[in-house]
C-alpha cells in the first residue's frame, strides 16, 4: 500500500521554537489527519482537514490543507516538553481508498529545555 | 467513559503458537480496524471491518485472521503462518455515513513479543 511522505524525519528543538512539519503525496487527498503518539500508546487525533486550502487550529497546533489536495503542513507554537512524541500524518484518498486512511511515516519531535 | 480498550498491554508467546489480540470499543462506531506498527514506520492496514459478520483484507492480512460477532468487538488472531510477528498492534474505530467518516480512533494498543 502507499505511504505518505513525511518530513522531516525527526527535529530536535529548543523550547518555545515554533516547529513545522508537512505531508506530501503524489496522489490527490479527500481528507487529511494529524495524531500524536507518545511512546508505547495509540494515536491521539489531534486536526483534521477536509478542504483544499483549509486552515484550521487546535490551540498551539495550526494544520493546513494544501490547495493541491497532495499535501498537508503542521505547525506547533512555542513548543513545551510535552510536544515530545511522533507526529503522523494521514489521508483518505480521493479515489479507491473507500474508508481507509494511509499513513506517513512519522515525524518525531524532541524538545530540549 | 468512552473509548476502545486493547488487552492485554503485553503480550508473550512462542513461536508456532496462534495468539488472540482483542479489541472493544464502547463508542458506538460502525467500523474498526487493525494496523500494525514497526519501528520507525507507519501504521499498515491488516483488516477492516464496516458492519457485523463482514471484514476486509487490507495491505498486509497474510498470517492473520480476524472476527466481527459483535459491533463492539473486532479481535484479531495472529497465527503461526505470520512470519514475522513481533510488532505493536493497534485497533481503531470511526463511525460511517458521517462528515466524520475517515476520523478513526485508536486504543492504547498490545505489544506483542514472539520469540
Known amino acids: 500500500g502507499q505511504q505518505l511522505n513525511q518530513s522531516p524525519q525527526s527535529m530536535f528543538i529548543q523550547e518555545g521554537e515554533d516547529v513545522s512539519m508537512n505531508c506530501t503525496s503524489s496522489?490527490?487527498?479527500?481528507?487529511w489527519l494529524w495524531y500524536k503518539q507518545d511512546p508505547g500508546e495509540g494515536p491521539v487525533l489531534l486536526i483534521a482537514l477536509y478542504k483544499a486550502g483549509e486552515l484550521t487550529s487546535n490551540g498551539r497546533l495550526t494544520a493546513q490543507f494544501g490547495i493541491t489536495r497532495k499535501d498537508s503542513f503542521l505547525n506547533i507554537s512555542a513548543s513545551i516538553p510535552s510536544d515530545v512524541g511522533i507526529y503522523f500524518c494521514?489521508?483518505?484518498?480521493?479515489?479507491?481508498?473507500?474508508?481507509?486512511?494511509?499513513f506517513g511515516t512519522g515525524t518525531q519531535l524532541k524538545v530540549e529545555l | 467513559d468512552g473509548g476502545i480498550t486493547q488487552s492485554p498491554k503485553y503480550l508473550f508467546r512462542k513461536e508456532g503458537q496462534n495468539v488472540t489480540l482483542s479489541c472493544e470499543q464502547n463508542?458506538?462506531?460502525?467500523?474498526m480496524y487493525w494496523y500494525r506498527q514497526d519501528p520507525g514506520q507507519g501504521l499498515r492496514l491488516i483488516y477492516y471491518s464496516q458492519i457485523v459478520n463482514d471484514f476486509q483484507k487490507g495491505d498486509i492480512a497474510e498470517g492473520y485472521s480476524v472476527s466481527r460477532e459483535k459491533k463492539e468487538s473486532f479481535p484479531l488472531t495472529v497465527t503461526s503462518a505470520q512470519k514475522n510477528p513481533t510488532a505493536f498492534y493497534l485497533c481503531?474505530?470511526?463511525?460511517?455515513?458521517?462528515?466524520?467518516?475517515?476520523?478513526?480512533?485508536f486504543g492504547p494498543g498490545t505489544r506483542l513479543t514472539v520469540t
Open positions: 481503531a474505530s470511526s463511525i460511517l455515513g458521517t462528515s466524520k467518516s475517515y476520523e478513526q480512533y
Open positions: 496522489s490527490i487527498f479527500n481528507t
Open positions: 463508542l458506538n462506531h460502525d467500523a
Open positions: 494521514a489521508g483518505q484518498l480521493l479515489t479507491g481508498g473507500g474508508n481507509k486512511l494511509t
